[in-house]
């Protein structure tokens, strides 16, 4: 983003932790499944087991749990006015600008 002069504002959500409404939020802005919100190739994400887990979680478990900890929510996140970018969505959005 320096690259195309855009001025943004960085959280680093593995050490401030993304509220539940805040995931609630992104998520339904988003449009995407909850599941791209998690970082699926994270430690903790597998020390927990939660590939098999979060199909039997509600929706507001799911955001619970993620809020617990931010190394659990893939990263980085790009909020866009109303538009929220995960992962490797933010890449593909960076280089259409």
Known sequence: MKDKNI???LR????ENPTKEELK???ESSGLDIKKFFNTSG???RQMNLKDKLDT???D????LLATNGLLVKRPILLNG???YVGPQVKKYLESL
């Open 7 to 9: 001025s943004y504002d």
């Open 43 to 45: 430690q903790i994400y």
């Open 82 to 84: 109303k538009d929220v």
């Open 57 to 59: 979680m509600s929706l």
């Open 12 to 15: 680093e959500i593995d050490k």
């Open 61 to 64: 478990e799911k955001y619970e």
């Open 25 to 27: 939020k992104w998520h």
